[in-house]
């Protein structure tokens, strides 16, 4: 399949059409692999820009590249002309002459939207403090997988109202999964994605974890520190309340999911029984970042 948009930065690039359309390819490439990879993207190749640590995103793209035919070049932010001065926009332009693709990592969103503004090629936001739609593009595809359908479910969000969380919301409003998220007061997701995202889907917003936890279908939580510091503050206003604990998931569905973006921290946002339980997902979660990078590859790299 082929994406209108050029970029991928937050999922509201999507169509409704095109987000499940997404998640139908990522499946079906994933069936396909068993058979041999086919040279999607063969002579095309991928720079990724890294400020910040990556296990999941930096391997699942740098295998996608191999596996789809085409190259992938790694770039760490202090390898690069950035840190002695170059502006990202003389980067962009630079790269749109060499690359076909620009997959950055980094903190601030303005940056990646900087990219955009500047490049020729596709840009696409492999995490930024305001958004992470990769993530979510798998998180659908295991949900689909796990549950045979994305119609009438229902996801409880526990925790923090992160960048992961705004682009679960942007991901419910595509696909008409409704979502209740439960966090601290304070922490609440971004205002304007949940009053976009409102007109296509159900958002409930909640302080109450077990209000948000009834008859979920998925649970899903992430660290309580993912974009912020390990400030012990800011852990006591999450602990013990917001943990995804056996007791908690006793008020999900019986058949319900467990599902975490990963990197885990034990006993804090989830426990050890819960993330290594029969209800959790969370490493074909993992594998299937592989797949919707894929997807998303093919699908957003012109010929």
């Not at 085409?70 to 770039?75: F, K």
């Not at 936001?125 to 949900?143: E, K, R, Y």
Request: proline letters at 4%; a positive charge.
């Amino acid at each position: 399949m082929k994406l209108k948009t050029k970029d991928l930065l937050t999922l509201a690039e999507l169509t409704p059409k095109e987000f499940t359309g997404l998640i139908d390819y990522s499946i079906k490439l994933k069936k396909e692999l068993k058979s041999g990879n086919k040279p999607l993207l063969k002579n095309k190749t991928l720079t990724m820009i890294f400020q910040k640590p990556s296990t999941r995103t930096r391997v699942s793209f740098e295998v996608a590249m191999y596996q789809l035919g085409g190259h992938a070049v790694n770039l760490s932010s202090n390898e690069m002309q950035l840190s002695r001065g170059e502006s990202i926009e003389d980067t962009a332009k630079t790269l749109s002459r060499y690359t076909n693709c620009i997959m950055a990592r980094v903190y601030d969103h303005s940056l990646l939207e900087k990219l955009s503004q500047s490049s020729s090629i596709p840009v696409i936001n492999g995490l930024s403090d305001s958004f992470h739609p990769c993530q979510i593009l798998a998180d659908f595809m295991t949900i689909k997988e796990k549950k045979g359908s994305l119609k009438g479910l229902k996801i409880a969000w526990i925790g923090d109202g992160n960048n992961v969380c705004n682009s679960m919301i942007y991901g419910c409003s595509l696909s008409g999964v409704s979502i209740s998220i439960a966090t601290p007061n304070g922490f609440e997701p971004d205002a304007k994605v949940v009053a976009e995202s409102k007109k296509s889907t159900s958002i409930e917003l909640t302080s109450d974890p077990l209000i948000a936890i009834k008859n979920a279908d998925v649970v899903i939580t992430d660290t309580f520190t993912s974009i912020h510091t390990n400030d012990p503050k800011r852990i006591k206003k999450f602990l013990p309340k917001f943990q995804v604990n056996e007791k908690l998931m006793n008020h999900a569905k019986k058949n319900a999911i467990f599902m975490h973006c990963l990197p885990a921290k034990r006993d804090h946002e989830v426990t050890s029984s819960v993330i290594d339980g029969p209800q959790s997902v969370v490493w074909d979660e993992a594998e299937n970042r592989l797949h919707t990078q894929k997807a998303l590859l093919s699908s957003i790299i012109r010929a």
